[in-house]
Every structure is written in C-alpha cells, then in structure tokens.
C-alpha cells in the first residue's frame, strides 16, 4: 500500500522551531545559495521521460515541480524585497495548482533552472546583507491573516527547497534510476 502522506510530505510537514537562533537562519541562508547546484545535480541526467513522471500518483511532474519552484521562489524574493522596503505590506497570495495548468509548465525545465540560479543568487545577496531587525520585518499574508517575519519566511523556504527536492530524490530510489 502506498503512503500518500510519506510521498506528499517526505522531510515531514514544516515545523517551526520556537525560537529562531542565528545558527538556524544561517545554515537556512546557506541552504538557499546552494539549492540550484542540488537541484540540477539531481536532474542533470534526466530523460525528458523521467522530467514528465510525477513525483507521486495524481501529483505534479518534476517538470511542473520545477517550474513551481522557479515561480514561488520568484515570488518569495518579491515577498522579502515588499518586506524590507515597506511596512508591513500585504503580498498577493495565488493559485499554485492553477499557475501550474498555464502552459510555461509544458515548457523544458532547462527555461526554469537558469531562473532558479539567478533568484537564489540574487536572495543570497540580500540574506547576507540583513541584519537581526530585518530578519523580524514582516509581511502580511491575507490567506493566513497574519503578519508573518522573515526569519520564519526564510527557514519556510529552506524546508520548501529541500521538500521538493525530496520529492525528486524518493523518486529516483522508487524507480531505481
């Protein structure tokens, strides 16, 4: 029997620790700069067969994943440039599953990967020149209806990179690639 909950959540659900250390944004900091060379490392061989095989029944291709990543991360840089420039600022929340019908995600990954490079290489950048009172500089998300600070948002996007990056790797184990 296939455990649905293990192939949607492969590190586990997202914890947040009840305190955020300097060590914790760091090792999430350096996490980040370094998760395009992970991600293309993981995929640098694959057919366009494997790139169209989803990751688990009725989830996305490592295409779409792909894809996914390069626009929510894009989408997270805005979020942090919003945050550090303006008080509070309200993002625009929007339809994941419905951006990954549009057809840019039937396009090669190889249009995405550069983009990945270049937004983490651009977020690194920025992490590395915040101090502790931009980490706590906040964002409004009207989903949640919460404020939320960026040293949260920034160990999200730690664990959001590496759970997509599990969902690629525990495919290659299942299909013995």
């Known amino acids: 029997m296939i455990d649905i909950e293990l192939l949607k959540y492969p590190i586990g659900k997202f914890q947040m620790p009840e305190h955020i250390f300097d060590k914790n ?6 996490y980040l700069r370094a998760f395009p060379k992970y991600l293309e490392e993981t995929i640098h061989a694959f057919s366009e067969e494997q790139l169209n095989t989803p990751y688990r029944p009725e989830g996305w291709t490592v295409k779409q994943l792909i894809h996914h990543l390069s626009d929510s991360h894009m989408n997270a840089l805005m979020r942090f440039k919003l945050a550090l420039t303006e008080d509070n600022p309200t993002i625009k929340p929007y339809d994941e599953a419905a951006w990954a019908q549009l057809a840019d995600y039937s396009s090669p990954s190889s249009e995405s990967i550069p983009l990945i490079r270049g937004i983490h290489a651009k977020w690194a ?3 590395d020149s915040m101090s502790s009172e931009d980490f ?4 409004f998300h009207p989903e949640s209806q919460s404020s939320v600070p960026l040293s949260e ?3 999200m996007y730690q664990w959001h990179s590496m759970h997509h990056l599990a969902h690629i790797q525990h495919l290659i184990i299942r299909e013995n690639w």
């Open 125 to 127: 950048i920025i992490l």
């Open 25 to 30: 944004l760091k090792e999430a900091v350096a």
């Open 153 to 155: 948002v920034t160990l």
């Open 136 to 139: 706590e500089k906040t964002y």
